[in-house]
């Protein structure tokens, strides 16, 4: 049966903070697009290549932190730009729906508030890694730092060994919180800010009020 495809894709990033329940949503919205026949792909960041996927080891594991925060920054940007070459930018092509798992946002909220890199400088590492790929529709989870961390800390089994980031305390987490607050206030076109309190039933209705126009829209435009 033939899919339905829209002209040149469309292109949507999921953000948010430590057990906002991104990765559930994703996953939701994945079949939930399926089920209606249209083309998906599902990736994140960092990984979605082998390359990336390298490049995630390092950072994750820690070996990257005594290197600093600016070269963290350049290494998720080498992840970004070998990510969107190979599997982004093709699949965009061949009309698909590419759904990701954080993109630049993140470096701008944990490299450039929580860990101070320079603004100006992310802003040139996106537009290298992006290359003129940029989302259609960025959903942000926002949910209390209390409530997430209680969503993680079920989520996490007890011999899960915490990530780089995961082991920062509380107060980075809402200073992250907020500053996805003001990219959604900043640049409301592409950003939606979407309330991740209640059931997963009830965040992915929030997360397809949004999603169904956007689609709506990219029919109209290539009927
Ligand atoms: P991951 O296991 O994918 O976590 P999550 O479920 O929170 O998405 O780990 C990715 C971690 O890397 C996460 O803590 C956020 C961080 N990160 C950055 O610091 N900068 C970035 O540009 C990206 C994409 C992720």
Known sequence: M???SLKNGVFITFEGGEGSGK???IKLLDSKLNKLDY????????GGTAGAEAIRHVILSGSA???GADVEAMLFSAARSDHVEKVIRPALKSNKIVLCDRFYDSTRVYQGVTSSVDMEFLYSLERIACDDVWPDL???LDLSVEEGMKRANA???EDTVPDRFEKEDMQAQEI???AFQKIAEKEPERCKLIDAS???KQVAKRIWEVVEPLLERKSAKNG
């Open 2 to 4: 033939k899919k339905i």
């Open 65 to 67: 932190e005594k290197l």
């Open 39 to 46: 083309e998906t792909i599902l990736t994140r960041e960092p």
């Open 138 to 140: 960025t959903l942000i």
């Open 198 to 200: 209640g059931s997963e």
């Open 23 to 25: 990765s559930s949503q």
């Open 176 to 178: 992250r919180r907020e």
């Open 155 to 157: 989520r996490r089994s």
